[in-house]
Nanobody, 124 residues
Framework: QVQLVESGGGLVQAGGSLRLSCAAS????????MGWFRQAPGKEREFVAA????????YYGDSVKGRFTISKDNAKNTVYLQMNSLKPEDTAVYYC?????????????????WGQGTQVTVSS
């Protein structure tokens, strides 16, 4: 079993930055993929970014390319999401997820474990 715990959400003004963290326990990352998704009220869950744990290859959703950066710390079993130039439309609950495969997918249905989510609110 895997437990994922997100932190770092909060309220920020447009143009500001936040860094989200996702700490994993219960199973080493190995050849897994870690992803970030977000869900705004009344909208479907949206792929934000993913990183292949072995090799560190990164993938991004079109709406965050150039503004968000996903990274990992192997020693801490933690994945991060650095969010810069935040916009009001980035407001959502952000979820960390793990996929037990090194093949990256952008569909939420491809991920096996999920965190509880952390709220990010960007004011205009």
């Amino acid at each position: 079993q895997v437990q994922l715990v997100e932190s770092g959400g909060g309220l920020v003004q447009a143009g500001g930055s936040l860094r989200l963290s996702c700490a994993a326990s219960g199973r080493t990352f190995g050849t897994y993929t870690m992803g970030w998704f977000r869900q705004a009220p009344g909208k479907e869950r949206e792929f934000v970014a993913a990183i292949r744990w072995s090799g560190g290859i990164e993938y991004y959703g079109d709406s965050v390319k150039g503004r968000f950066t996903i990274s990992k710390d192997n020693a801490k079993n933690t994945v991060y999401l650095q969010m810069n130039s935040l916009k009001p439309e980035d407001t959502a609950v952000y979820y960390c997820a793990q996929r037990r495969s090194p093949v990256v997918v952008t569909s939420e249905y491809g991920y096996d474990y999920w965190g509880q989510g952390t709220q990010v609110t960007v004011s205009s």
